[in-house]
């Protein structure tokens, strides 16, 4: 049973219900108000009997005198008045030879003087009697019954319980197709959304979206769930073709990497074993290409395993350093990487500046961007370290005056082992920015590059500050 129907039923049993409900409320109302309208019409007939009757004697002996009851009667209304002992002293004419029931029990509660109803049948017909003592000098003397048939009231109730029967079939009939129309109507969304789940099943298309148009109720905030969720899949999605792209890019320039130096050895092992064949003495220019190729193979290996340290998650350990001895630290040591003129400014000012990092790391960071800066800088050229704090924050900038970057070349200078076109002649792996982005990421930085091509480039570092 589909979903529509199910809806469509549950709305068509819960009016029913409450019609039905509503129904017999209904009847039972009108059936007491009725019932309750002929109780009053018995007691105001019975209070006019009363009222009619004559006490006639003297003080010794007093008799009743009672009065015409055909007076009071009414085709559907009967009078009856017995003795004591259940005797008919006189009956209203309607009633023919028939009398009034009349049982011990009836009797017996007349004889406490107190008036009661009851009803009964005589024939078949339904009676509602209304029993009134009759009392002369605080004793009963007799009985006053006054009665009317209920066969009105049960034709009433009879029309009433078709009307509503009828009423009731209608009301299903409108139920049931109104849950229909509206069942349909509420589901139109679900079901344009199962058709686009369906399509985007088939053909993989994520850029499709649900069309709702309506107010944002359950349905509507099912698709825009639904719409957010194909939002982040797609972009999921792309992520991982992205990173399978990247994966395959990586691997083949991992492979081609290490492909070159192991060539270079596998050469010079060639030679050198002819060589010993021939008993030639071994040339330290081999010996030195195969140590060069070696220690670049190792510098890859190196770099590759901390990159899939950082794909794998691995956060780098922190804590409160010092900023001035280590940056003092480096600009001993930066000299040595190249020809050209190296200075570092701002030093002097960065007494008891604190960040939380890690020593090595931003060692390693720092090393790589001056390595880069002197391997692309001629010996009359300049490298500058220059160090400064701004609200909050440590600013580091790497300047060169080397033959600058390419603007195409820009935004793809922190992918792995990419090279721009002016560096491919360099002995460098590509992977050197790639880590140090990684670095100043795991310290919650940020890294920039500003470069103008024969002019030279400027990399900025910003780091958190302790309690900045």
Known sequence: MSLRVRLALLVTITLGLTFVILGILVYLLMGHYLTNEIDRSLVTRAQEVVRSFKVEGNLRQQRITLPNVNVFSAPDTFIQIVDIDGFVVTRSDNLGRQSLPLGPQTLTQASEGIAFFETDVVGNHSLRIY????????????????????????????????????????????????????????????????????????????????????????????????????????????????????????????????????????????????MQVRGDAMPEEALADIAGEAERMSRLVNDLLTLARADAGQEIKREPLAVQPLLQEIARQAPFLGQAAFIATGLEALTGTMITGNRDFLKQLFFILL???????????????????????????????????????????????????????????????AIARWIVEQHQGQIGVESTVGKGTTFTITLPLVNG
């Open 131 to 274: 029993n009134v003592p009759l009392l002369l000098q605080n004793q009963p003397v007799g009985l006053l019954q006054v009665a009317r048939l209920l066969s009105p009231v049960q034709q009433a109730l009879g029309n009433l319980r078709r009307v509503l029967l009828l009423l009731g079939l209608l009301l299903v009939f409108i139920a049931a197709t109104l849950g229909y129309i509206l069942a349909r109507t509420a589901l139109q969304p679900i079901n344009r959304l199962t058709r686009v789940a369906e399509q985007i099943g088939e053909g993989k298309d994520l850029d499709q979206r649900v069309p709702y148009k309506g107010p944002m109720d359950e349905v509507g905030h099912l698709a825009a769930t639904f719409n957010g969720m194909l939002a982040r899949l797609q972009r999921a999605y792309t992520s991982l073709e992205e990173a399978y792209r990247a994966q395959r890019r990586f691997v083949a320039d991992a492979s081609h990497e290490l492909r070159t130096p192991l060539t270079t050895i596998r050469g010079n092992v060639d030679l050198l074993r002819k």
């Open 371 to 433: 390595d880069n800066a002197f391997k692309y800088t001629p010996p009359e050229g300049r490298v500058d370290l220059v160090a400064a704090t701004e609200t909050g924050c440590l600013v580091i900038k790497v300047r060169d005056t080397g033959p600058g970057i390419a603007p195409r070349d820009l935004e793809h200078i922190f992918d792995r082992f990419y090279r721009a076109d002016a560096m491919r002649g360099s002995d460098g792996t590509g992977l050197g920015l």
